[in-house]
Nanobody
Framework: QEQLVESGGGSVQVGGSLRLSCAASASTLSSYCMGWFRQAPGKAREGLVTIFPGTEQRSTAGSVGGRVTISRDNAKNTLYLEMDMLKPEDTAVYYC??????????????????WGQGTQVTVSS
């Protein structure tokens, strides 16, 4: 069974940046749609950005616009999320997710079936 493990969360100052990592198996990273989601207290889980297997095609939520970048390092079996210009409303638990293709452009959390345990990011001034 596919397993995803996030790391890199913590406390960040307003205006700062973060880089989260998600360790995955080589087969998952190369064959599955991969994505980053987040869930703030009292809110639904929100899709941020996805990446298609075998290509550099991505799908990004309008709510985070150009502030996020998703990338993968196949040699390290790791998916990354970089986000800059952080705001207090970016405070959330951030999740890595995977799903078999097609549908890699889908940002609805309900359409993804493999999840990591999440990592907390807290943005404060």
């Amino acid at each position: 069974q596919e397993q995803l493990v996030e790391s890199g969360g913590g406390s960040v100052q307003v205006g700062g940046s973060l880089r989260l990592s998600c360790a995955a198996s080589a087969s998952t990273l190369s064959s599955y749609c991969m994505g980053w989601f987040r869930q703030a207290p009292g809110k639904a889980r929100e899709g941020l950005v996805t990446i298609f297997p075998g290509t550099e095609q991505r799908s990004t939520a309008g709510s985070v616009g150009g502030r996020v970048t998703i990338s993968r390092d196949n040699a390290k079996n790791t998916l990354y999320l970089e986000m800059d210009m952080l705001k207090p409303e970016d405070t959330a638990v951030y999740y890595c997710a995977a799903r078999p293709p097609p549908g890699c452009n889908r940002l609805a959390a309900s359409e993804w079936n493999i999840w990591g345990q999440g990592t907390q990011v807290t943005v404060s001034s």
